[in-house]
């Protein structure tokens, strides 16, 4: 039987520690979740383990092609001041994002985020706040 490593330590990119056509990371995504400031991405990465990072704008817009299970490799691209739109004038993050089919897992095992119930609480026990 295999083990697989559950929790543990993340590391987190910081944008602003890199340059224009740095690999960020290449790995399988695992899953999103919701950080202090917005989602976080995470994903499976040799040798580093977990590795992280925040939403921005584009990575936002790319993400959504993204699967969970999906291997890919995320390029920086730096900033560009943006031509059109709400933020016309702003300077943004851009990324390259590229997905390998080959590599890629037909499912991930994510650890369930659930809500922890008290057994014996009943609902008749909580129809008796109705009044309130």
């Known amino acids: 039987m295999a083990f697989e490593r559950l929790g543990g330590p993340k590391t987190f990119i910081n944008l602003k520690e890199h340059s224009?056509?740095?690999v960020?990371?290449?790995g399988i995504f695992t899953h999103t979740y919701q950080g202090m400031y917005g989602d976080n991405y995470q994903f499976r990465c040799e040798p580093q383990g977990d590795v992280v990072i925040g939403s921005v704008g584009h990575l936002k817009y790319c993400m959504k092609e993204v699967n969970q299970g999906d291997y890919i490799r995320l390029i920086y691209n730096g900033r560009e001041i943006l031509t059109k739109g709400a933020f016309k004038g702003k300077s943004a993050h851009t990324f390259e994002l590229l997905r390998d089919p080959e590599k890629s897992i037909a499912s991930v095992t994510v650890p369930p985020v659930e809500p922890v119930l008290d057994p014996d609480v009943g609902g008749d026990d909580l129809d008796s706040?109705?009044?309130l």
């Open 20 to 22: 224009a056509g740095d």
């Open 129 to 131: 706040f109705g009044d």
């Open 24 to 26: 960020l990371l290449e």
